[in-house]
Each structure stands twice: as C-alpha cells, then as structure tokens.
C-alpha cells in the first residue's frame, strides 16, 4: 500500500492592510483545496495582513487584526478536516530565522530573526485565540510536525535562498514535505532561479517541496508574480500561472510518499549525512495526510516548467501591476503624453497590454475583473471583449511637443495611439512655453527637465481621465 498525500499551493493576491478581504481569499483558497481532495494547504508569507505594510508592522492595530482575522479563521468550518497554515487548533508557530533585506526588501527594519536553532519555546496565545481554541500556549520555534504518516517541515521565503537552507538537515532529519510561503517580487528572469531553487532542494536529498508565493500589486511598488509550484524528488509535478488577474489560484497535486524514501534509499551520501545529524524538535499531530484506501489513486507525474519569454515578461509584469493600481485607487484610468519617442511608447503598449489581460480574464469567466471594469468605466453592464475598445474608455493620451519635436515624432505618436485604440487629444503646447524656459535662460539641462516635469504636471491637471471619460461617454450618448 502506497502513502498518497495531496497537497495544495495558493497564490493569492493580498491587499496589505485589508483585513477582510485578505480573510476572504484565505478562506476561499482554502475551500478549494479542500474540494480538490488537498489535505494540506499552504498559502504566501503574511498572507493575512499582507506583504507590504511596511512601517504599519510597528503599530499595535495590526498585530491585533491580524489576531482577529485568524480567530475567524479559526472559527470557519472551512479549516476542520485539513492541516493549514490556519487550522482548527494552532499546532506550532514557527518564526522566520533567514530575513531578506536586500534590493527591494527591508525585512530587518521590522523584524528580528529566530537564532534558536532546534529551540521552541511556550508562546501564550491572546485571549481572543484561546477562547476559540482552547489552547491557552503554542510550541513556537524551530520544529517539524510529525503526522501519523509523514513529517513536515518549513521554510519561509528567504530561507530557500540562503546557503544553509533549513531544508538540507530537516531533509536529513527525515523530514518528507517541505513547505515555503514566500512574498517573492518579479525580477526579470527571476523566475528560473526561483524554479531551479526549489527542483534542486529535493534533488540531492529526496522529498515534496510546496511553495506559495503572492501574486499581484499589494499597495506598494512591486509586483508579487505567483508562480506556486509543488515539486517531488527534483522533478515539477504542478506550475502556477506568473502573471495572472485571478485573485486566487490553487494548485493541487496527489504524490506518493513512497516515492520518496525510495528515491532517497539510492542515495549512500545522503544516507550518511543523516546519521549525524541533530534531531530537530517534533510537533506530534493526530491527523494523517494520507488515506488508508489510496491505491487507486492516480499519482501525478513530472512535468515540464513553461517559462515566459523575457519579452512576454516585460509586457505581462508591469500590465498586471497596473491593473491592480487602477482598481484599487478607484480611478477612471490612465493619462500619457505621448512624445514619439520609446519611453512613452512603450509605457503605452503595456497600459494596451493590460487591457488585453483584462479582456482575457472576462473571457475566461473572472466575475471579480468584470465588476472591476464596469465600476471603472460607470457601466453596469459593459463587458470588455475588445481590448482596443476598453483601452478608448480608460487610456487618454496627448501629444506635447517642445520645439526639438519634429512632425515624424507627431506621426508616430498619433500612430501609436489609433492602433491601441485612442486618439490624440487635440491639445497642443510646448514645454518651453508653458514653463517660461528659453535658450537664453542661464539653467541646466537638469533644471530644464525638472522644470518641463513640473509644467507638464500642471497642464495635465486640466486632462484628467475622469473628464475625457465623461467626453466619451457624451459622445457615445449623441450617437
């Protein structure tokens, strides 16, 4: 008799602060997995509160709504019958020990990590927890739990990264599942480095690797690009999708357990290293992932990681980030002065690319991109199937000459509009004009660009996107 386990991974696109809405999403990942057969269900780091609240982590509020939120959870007959991040009863929390606080992140500003290596402590949980679990402390450090059929161990984020990855002794300490919940940004390509981290970590030791990461624009300036995947022995059985405007995404993947001590039993190096490791801790929990009856259970088989092309990457990320900007600052859309040149081109082409993902999203059934899109656009009851005509009602584009500008940059600028659907606003001026500059003014070239910035900021006031909204809806009414 084989041990089949399935297992789920969650991308999740967390709003940092909204605490409602974030608990919905959980709770809905959560359903699914469980209506996929999932026994476990991972989600991404600080799922709860969201990944980018930057220096609201200091204030008390959100600790305290994050405890209110998982006391909901708790609550939810969603999390009986399945080992989650949030279950019926807390099991173990176990604190991030590798904080990332390079480029992008700054976790160390917030955070201190867990340097207790194989140590757990007694955390007395808040009243609000204990009165719906009836657990009044939880083992909190560095431990696994030990299930009836398995072992499971995580890690969290940066710590796939580091060198001395948890999973290489937990692997050696017996441990079969990994799991990562992770708040992981787009980099371009960073994606294959992310892949080949986590195929590698089961390679040379054997086991599952469950990794979940956050998806979208969470309030802040980075994009989180999904890419949930569930791997066995260094090979990917299940990929999520990179770039999405799904607000949830499960993936679930039946393997066999028996798998991975076979794997591991060929492996003689491996073998010895473990026989000289330290234990780690152990969580003992009354619950198996596995079902007495699995033999007819079909086993999912490895497949082949399909990466996007760097182009793909660059017109994809930076259209869904701007999605989730639009919909959540509650704007009418996007205005641009288009000069001819590339910059402003090619910012264009990816507000005409998001248009095409929203279109596509309607499509394939995402009731949540609709509603978005007709409460954008003030109709009820629009829905986007042309991505040059949404682009008409949420893009408005003008041309601003300075007098470099030549009729060949007025061309391609008007090109490039008609083709995504827009029409240069009929609203001419140049830069010097309307910022006072001339030649014979004594100032920098730097002077002069923030100069034209700050003119051009002023004159566009006067072409928001909500009133060349409200001209083309006129327009459409007189027809």
């Not at 000459?401 to 609203?427: C, W």
Request: with cysteine; charged share 25%; glycine share 6%.
């Amino acid at each position: 008799m084989g041990r089949a386990v399935s297992v789920a991974a969650c991308a999740l696109n967390q709003w940092a602060l909204d605490f409602e809405g974030n608990a919905e999403r959980i709770l809905r990942s959560i359903s699914i997995a469980k209506s996929k057969g999932a026994r476990y269900r991972l989600g991404p780091e600080l799922e709860i509160c969201g990944y980018g609240c930057a220096d609201h982590y200091y204030e008390s509020d959100t600790l305290l709504h994050s405890f209110q939120v998982l006391a909901k959870l708790l609550e939810s007959p969603a999390t009986q019958d399945i080992i989650c991040d949030v279950g019926i009863k807390i099991l173990l929390i176990r604190p991030k020990m590798s904080l990332a606080n390079a480029g992008n992140y700054r976790e160390l500003r917030w955070f201190t990590p867990w340097n207790k290596a194989r140590q757990v402590e007694e955390y007395l949980l808040p009243r609000i927890i204990q009165e719906v679990t009836g657990q009044d402390t939880v083992p909190f450090g560095d431990a696994v739990l030990a299930t009836k059929d398995t072992c499971l161990g995580t890690e969290i984020c940066e710590e796939l990264w580091a060198p001395n990855s948890p999973h290489i002794e937990m692997g050696l300490d017996g441990v079969e599942i990994f799991t990562n919940s992770s708040g992981s940004h787009h980099v371009l390509r960073k994606a294959h480095t992310r892949v080949d981290l986590v195929n590698s970590a089961t390679a040379k030791n054997g086991g599952i690797y469950i990794l979940s990461n956050q998806k979208g624009c969470d309030g802040d300036r980075l994009y989180y690009d999904g890419c949930a995947m569930i791997s066995i022995n260094g090979e990917t059985v299940a990929q999520g999708s990179q770039f999405s405007l799904d607000d949830v995404e499960v993936l679930v993947a039946t393997l066999d357990l028996e798998d991975v001590q076979s794997y591991r039993a060929e492996i003689s190096s491996r073998n010895l290293a473990a026989s000289k490791v330290n234990p780690f801790p152990r969580i003992k929990v009354n619950f198996a992932l596995s079902c007495s009856d699995d033999l007819a259970v079909p086993i999912c088989v490895p497949i082949q990681w399909k990466h996007h092309s760097p182009e793909e990457e660059i017109c994809l990320g930076p259209a869904c980030w701007l999605w989730d900007y639009l919909r959540r600052s509650r704007q009418a859309g996007f205005l641009l002065p288009l000069s001819g040149g590339i910059d402003s081109s090619a910012t264009a082409c990816i507000v005409y690319s998001m248009c095409h993902q929203v279109c596509l999203a309607v499509k394939n059934g995402n009731a949540e991109v609709l509603a978005d899109a007709r409460r954008i656009v003030h109709d009820e009851t629009y829905v986007p199937q042309d991505p040059r005509e949404f682009c008409k009602l949420v893009f408005t584009t003008c041309y601003m000459a300075s007098e470099n500008s030549s009729q060949d940059t007025r061309n391609r600028a008007k090109l490039l509009a008609e083709q995504i659907g827009r029409k240069v606003k009929g609203k001419f001026c140049s830069l010097q004009r309307i910022s006072g500059m001339n030649q014979k003014n004594h100032v920098t070239d730097i002077q002069k660009t923030e100069l034209s910035i700050s003119a051009v900021g002023r004159y566009l006031r006067f072409l928001s996107p909500t009133e060349c909204l409200k001209e083309d809806e006129n327009k459409r009414a007189l027809k």
